[in-house]
């Protein structure tokens, strides 16, 4: 599965455009929205399927320049691969093999760096907030958890190690993180020594150099140059996100990378030289001598620069962004990772192989010593890779990495594979034709399947390598299944929730509960449970019956195991406050997909969360009543009070909620956190109330009421809580002394409830891109500069997390309000590289909204 990329001498050439289909998602486990895919080598595959020359350097030819974007860009076909390792013929010191799989982080691998104690040793850094220095094992072959080192109260993005000194003859461990601090360990301790203030936004970036200085880069488009504990210059000059550093062995020169798409050269703080050729966000450097250096980026190319300024050399290969880039010792050889699932290794100004990995998004890598290749990647394990047969891993383990390699497949639309027609392709005939080189690949079709082989050079023999679907050769007709956001289903219905309102996709396998898909489907839409029944008997109806498991109709209670009561949701409709909306999907919202006016920005109103079914809460509390404390359980009087209260803030009655009952709502919602939930679900609903809002959140109240809510916010805490906290802030907005409070406490809520949404859970996802929603609502109507700042930091950092996309595009529509009408908000997003964290989304299908939203979004930008 490689593909040859040619070092392109001298001037550089127009490099091929970015392929922004399938960028980051940046977690352990992703949803039919962002499957986990694997790309492919692209081509025209008729026969022999070899990419067309790139480019030569200065070549004015339009045609070759685009022959080689359309081979890059092209296709759209989905592939079940059967093997990751591939190498070109004369590979110098052999092929490079996985020597290890290391479990334990949590969340994605976003840094690495090559350690000095223990010898052979490295540091991983995770979006799990934590840092791990590794140690080879006596064995030789494996690496073992030395310790763990905790400071960072956000993910940490990076890490370098600061050289020994008298002081600290181990050297010193420095990590980088989205709290926008950089924690120095030393090799010997958990906590930090000390801890580095000053940016304004993410680090995500750090270099050392001599004499203990350290350069830090971050989102705030700064540069930091640091001495043992203190801040000895700031490096101003970019204007967008600073995402690579790098200080040159000459002393006083230092090397920065932006989202503005340039890289500086700073000397005594002072900018020399800024170097521009690449088109999109500079995202890696790397050192190759006091008068040369690489870049990469997320136009999927590597530079060779002179320090004078002249680009020597352009390199191609990775079909998607290029996260990072390492050099070997000793030699200007090096290796890259990317988001095309790949880590690769170039040798000789080309590249010698290409490594696939289970992982959508390879964010980083080292060389250590001795020539081993680290990577740490998405699904939160690190992987090293190594040419020594002693140090290769056992025929198990490799069997066992390529059976999970297998097992994944490329989202449709990222086009690595070019357009398939499977009535053009050759038989199983054509497999007895030699290749021309080693890892070339070849598409033939046998028995009305597509089937991808590689050229093994070594063996003399074409390898399968995986079965093509989602091509015209691979329809439901002759692969029996339909193809579905890059993931296989046996059927994929269109649901039509009412005459007015959007076409809902319905993936569903026989082997599928139809019963659970339904709720899981009205669940993602936020949809109104009411219609479980219709539309489990509607999977059945048009499965005739086929089923693998036996149906249950009996739900548990996600959050608690037991009963029917789902917190925030309604088996029976009541009419939500304010009519229709089309943020919580009961609304007849229309995507205008034939239009060319924007309808989704900038927004006018708060969003909240409406929908409710108050004899299944009431239901609930009396339920767990039954489990509080004497001290705590509500009398009968107390629960008529909160079904009046119900009454009075769901039903838009004419009564008013009394002094009696906010007091036992008070009570209720300072029950214990496991019992808590259904009465955080009842202060959810009733803060919609003008009389409500004004008691809980006036001048009187507020302090308390704020505590309370911030206090169910704990990262630790249940989900349930988390929820339907979030949901409660949400609807705060409603009124005026919500909004004055919420507006008042941003700082605090938004650094709480960000924490909360770094985790998997979609509803909290969706719950926390609707809050960031009704902020920027707010500051849209006023002149805040500081919120907006703080928004829009927020909105790049989710959405690097999140995956369900009614959340993107809650969060593309805050993002649309924040910069709407301003040009300040404008320039700002522009400087956090909000454009290229956004862009894949321009190519969404389905829902249309997100697709048109984020063009429009794109627009201003």
């Not at 993410?202 to 050392?208: Q, R």
């Not at 109104?528 to 548990?556: C, E, H, R, W």
């Not at 008070?666 to 003008?690: G, K, Y």
């Amino acid at each position: 599965m490689s593909r040859t990329a040619t070092g392109l001498p001298a001037t550089p050439p127009t490099p091929p455009q970015s392929n922004y289909n399938s960028h980051a998602a940046s977690r352990r486990q992703r949803n039919l929205f962002h499957p986990p895919r694997i790309a492919l080598p692209a081509g025209t595959y008729s026969s022999s399927s070899s990419p067309p020359p790139a480019p030569r350097a200065g070549s004015s030819s339009g045609a070759e320049r685009g022959a080689f974007r359309q081979w890059r860009r092209a296709g759209s076909c989905c592939v079940r691969a059967s093997a990751g390792l591939t190498a070109m013929a004369g590979d110098v010191g052999g092929a490079y093999r996985l020597r290890c799989s290391l479990p334990g982080h949590q969340q994605d691998v976003r840094g690495l760096a090559r350690g000095i104690f223990p010898d052979g040793g490295f540091v991983s850094v995770s979006r799990d907030r934590t840092a791990r220095l590794w140690a080879p094992d006596g064995l030789n072959r494996g690496f073992t958890e030395m310790h763990c080192m905790r400071g960072h109260s956000n993910f940490v993005s990076c890490v370098c190690i600061i050289p020994p000194s008298d002081l600290y003859p181990r050297g010193l461990i420095a990590t980088g993180g989205n709290d926008h601090n950089i924690c120095i360990f030393t090799v010997d301790s958990t906590a930090p020594l000390y801890v580095l203030k000053g940016h304004k936004n993410a680090v995500c970036s750090l270099s050392s150099g001599k004499f203990g200085t350290l350069l830090s880069g971050s989102w705030d488009t700064t540069a930091k140059v640091w001495l043992h504990d203190r801040c000895m210059m700031t490096l101003q000059g970019h204007t967008a996100a600073i995402w690579a550093v790098k200080i040159l062995p000459e002393q006083g020169l230092m090397l920065t990378g932006s989202a503005d798409k340039t890289i500086k050269l700073w000397k005594a703080g002072r900018c020399e030289r800024t170097f521009t050729g690449h088109e999109d966000c500079v995202r890696g450097l790397a050192i190759l001598s006091e008068m040369e250096f690489l870049s990469c980026a997320n136009d999927a190319s590597v530079r060779r620069w002179h320090i004078s300024g002249k680009c020597l050399q352009v390199y191609y290969g990775h079909t998607n962004y290029i996260y990072s880039i390492s050099v070997f010792p000793h030699c200007k050889d090096f290796v890259t990772t990317g988001e095309d699932r790949s880590l690769r290794i170039w040798k000789q100004g080309e590249c010698a192989q290409t490594i696939r990995l289970p992982a959508q998004s390879v964010w980083c890598c080292c060389v250590l010593d001795n020539g081993d290749i680290v990577v740490g990647a998405s699904d939160g394990f690190v992987r090293v890779f190594t040419e020594s047969s002693e140090r290769t891993a056992s025929a198990e383990e490799i069997q066992a990495f390529e059976n999970e390699l297998s097992q994944a497949s490329i989202d449709p639309k990222t086009g690595d594979l070019g357009d398939i027609n499977a009535e053009d392709l050759p038989g199983k005939e054509h497999l007895k034709e030699p290749g021309t080189r080693d890892g070339q690949t070849r598409l033939i079709k046998d028995n009305g399947k597509v089937e991808a082989y590689q050229w093994s050079v070594s063996e003399g023999r074409w390898i399968k390598i995986g079965d093509v679907v989602g091509s015209s050769g691979a329809t439901q007709q002759t692969s029996g299944k339909v193809l579905f956001e890059g993931k296989e289903y046996d059927y994929v219905f269109t649901i039509d929730v009412n005459e007015n309102g959007p076409s809902y996709k319905l993936p569903y396998n026989i082997t599928d509960d139809p019963w659970l898909t339904a709720y899981n489907f009205l669940q993602k839409n936020d949809l109104n449970p009411m219609f479980l029944d219709q539309v489990a008997k509607f999977i059945m109806d048009n499965t005739k019956g086929q089923t693998l498991l036996n149906t249950n109709t009996q739900f548990s209670d996600p959050f608690t195991g037991a009963g029917r009561y789902v917190p925030g949701s309604a088996s029976n409709a009541v009419a939500p406050m304010g009519g229709v909306d089309p943020y919580t999907g009961t609304g007849a919202y229309q995507s205008a997909a034939a239009k060319a006016e924007n309808i989704y920005f900038p927004k006018k109103d708060a969003v909240t969360f409406d929908q409710a079914n108050p004899t299944q809460i009431l239901g609930k509390l009396k339920e767990l009543n039954g489990t509080a404390t004497e001290e705590q359980k509500l009398t009968e009087d107390d629960l008529i009070m909160l079904e009046k209260l119900l009454s009075a803030t769901c039903n838009s009655s004419a009564e008013t909620p009394t002094p009696q009952q906010l007091q036992t709502l008070w009570r209720a919602v300072n029950w214990p956190e496991d019992i808590v939930f259904p009465a955080l679900d009842i202060l959810r609903l009733s803060v919609r109330h003008p009389t409500v809002n004004a008691n809980f959140c006036g001048e009187k109240d507020h302090v308390q009421f704020i505590r309370l809510l911030l206090k169910f916010l704990n990262p630790g805490g249940k989900q349930a809580n988390q929820l339907l906290t979030l949901r409660a802030l949400c609807n705060c907005f409603v009124n005026q002394a919500g909004q004055k409070l919420l507006m008042e406490q941003r700082d605090e809520i938004m650094t709480q409830a960000i924490e909360v949404a770094s985790g998997n859970n979609k509803n909290i996802h969706i719950a926390f891109a609707t809050l960031t929603l009704n902020y920027a609502v707010c500051l849209h109507k006023v002149n805040n500069t500081e919120g907006k700042v703080q928004c829009l930091s927020v909105i790049n950092t989710v959405m690097e997390v999140v995956q369900d996309l009614e959340a993107v595009f809650r969060l593309l529509v805050a993002l649309g309000t924040l910069i709407s009408d301003d040009t300040n908000a404008v320039q700002l997003a522009k400087s956090l590289g909000v454009d290229s964290q956004i862009k894949k989304y321009a190519s969404v299908s389905e829902p249309a909204k997100v697709k048109e939203c984020c063009r429009f979004v794109l627009n201003l930008l």
